[in-house]
Structure formats: structure tokens, C-alpha cells
């Protein structure tokens, strides 16, 4: 009963996948929902906006700063947390051993 259970749901989430990736627009398309407004205002007005040397450099800096900057702290925290629990497992390893 459990066999055919699981085989149920992974038939079901494979067609749901399917399902989805057949519904993904084509890309390039000019109708696809990502080629927006804000695209266009990006591509025809960040040089003058920002002066930057280039438009991805302006996106990330400039328009997607405060973003930008939460992902480099969750990243950083991150590194800090598992530093910590990788260190405190060392720790306790040398402390099982004997060595001081």
C-alpha cells in the first residue's frame, strides 16, 4: 500500500512539472509577462539615471540596493551560524579527546 502510494504521488508530481514547463513562455517572446514597462524604462534610461559604467551594475546597485544588501546579510549570517556550529563541534571533539 505504501509502494503504490508513493508511486501515485511521484507520477503526480512528475505530470504536475510537466504540466508546468509546458506552460512556461518561450523565451525571447516579446509577448512574455517579463518584458514589462519596468524592463523597457531599465534598458532606455539606467545610464543616464545612474552614470554607471553598465546597466547590470546600475540594477544591482543602484534601483536594487536595499535587496541587494538583505541578501548579502542573510549570506553573512549564514557564514556566521554555521562557522559557529562547526567550530563548537570542533571543540567539543578536542575536549572528548584530551587535547587542551
Do not use: C
Not at 60 to 73: K, P, Q, S, V
Not at 76 to 84: C, D, K, L, Q, R
Amino acid at each position: 500500500m505504501k509502494k503504490a502510494f508513493f508511486i501515485m504521488t511521484l507520477v503526480f508530481l512528475w505530470g504536475l512539472m510537466v504540466a508546468s514547463i509546458i506552460q512556461m513562455p518561450t523565451s525571447g517572446d516579446i509577448n512574455n509577462p517579463s518584458y514589462n514597462i519596468t524592463t523597457h524604462y531599465y534598458i532606455n534610461k539606467t545610464i543616464r539615471d545612474t552614470n554607471a559604467p553598465n546597466i547590470i551594475s546600475a540594477i544591482i546597485n543602484d534601483y536594487r540596493a536595499f535587496d541587494t544588501l538583505g541578501e548579502a546579510t542573510v549570506l553573512f549570517i549564514s557564514i556566521i551560524a554555521v562557522s559557529s556550529v562547526m567550530k563548537n563541534t570542533y571543540l567539543k571533539k578536542r575536549e572528548e579527546k584530551g587535547d587542551h
